[in-house]
């Protein structure tokens, strides 16, 4: 089944029937008014060639840090008979208490080339906090995981859900994208043991139940959309051209049951230190995940 595609929604919507609804969905046109253009392999290559970017593999581990346009000449453009790219660059602003290659600079001279999407909810946040009803827009403000994917022809995401029972946003500004999604309550058929079945080449004595399930959803990604990975969501992700994205996280308050019951389930999260970094301002460095329970709880006046 293909996404549910819409235009000409609002925020209020999209909070109830998708965030709230717990729906994937793909919006079309959002990114009308953006500067899509600056977003071409080859005019980043011209703007940000020579910084250092993170290259990983299909499973989120990293593998390298070369220049951009060491990347770029090497992975995109590539003929049939050079073979599919193997990894791509996962560019992430900063989200933890080290130095690293971050990518805050390069966003830092694109943010007036793309904007927050007029739909989704830049107040009534839960991650990144908003204290004061702050609007944070994501072309200026720090999110979890927000980042630049710059990926050649065949390159992966392999199938996994996002921490924390936090909602993903992916905007295609170039190439198209093959995706498939699996809901939340097909975690025992695509889950064993904390590892993720693949799901182009299952290994059905690991995964027996695999073979009798299908996607939810099996569609392509093309420039110009958005789409919203809801919280808890199984997604895999390859690149069917040459393809350049933005992503980031986050949670919304109207899912405050949702974090809190992640928390609950597991407070060993190794994860959580991304989501005190983005509450830094308000809890301690130190804090656990019962008290991280209690925080929720307390500022969002809620019992769960």
Known sequence: MKVTRIRNTSEEKFIEEYLIANKPVIVTDAMENWDINRFRPEQLKIDFGSQKVQVYNDLFDLQNIVSLEKYIDKNFFRDESEGAAKQYIRWYTKLKEVEFYWSDEVFKELKNSWGHPYFIPSTNLIIPSNNEAEERHINEYHYPYKGLFISGRGSRTRLHKDPFMSNAVLCQFYGEKEIFLYSPDKEKDVMN?????????????????????????????????????????????????DSVSITWNFVHESQIDRIVKHLENNPEDDQLEIVKYFLKNEVPENINAKELIDFFQNKFSVNI
């Open 193 to 241: 043991k904390g590892k993720f079945v693949d799901v182009k080449n299952p290994d059905h004595s690991n995964f027996p139940s695999f073979k009798s399930i299908e996607p939810d959803y099996e569609d392509k990604l093309s420039p110009g959309e958005i789409i919203l990975f809801p919280s808890g969501w199984f997604h895999d992700v390859t690149c069917l051209t």
